[in-house]
């Protein structure tokens, strides 16, 4: 299985990943409706994209934790 370089991200993909590493020295747990509402996404488009982050090579690690009011991510740094 290949690994997904930043460079084979789309545009919001890129604009996720960029939020969770701004906040994930002070933050580890991400509710994709905030995200959401903090980038302009739906709580299911932050969903659908994080998955696909899961297996890229970002530099953080991300793990399904929780689906309460909305998913929470675990975030990582690696």
Do not use: P
Not at 23 to 48: C, D, N, P, W
């Amino acid at each position: 299985m290949s690994t997904a370089t930043a460079t084979d991200l789309t545009s919001k993909q890129r604009r996720i990943l960029r939020y969770l590493r701004e906040h994930a020295a002070t933050k580890t747990y991400f509710k994709s409706r905030v995200i959401g509402q903090e980038l302009g996404m739906t709580a299911k488009e932050v969903g659908s994209n994080i998955t696909a982050l899961q297996g890229a090579d970002s530099g953080i690690e991300i793990e399904k934790w929780g689906y309460s009011s909305s998913t929470t991510w675990k975030v990582t740094c690696l």
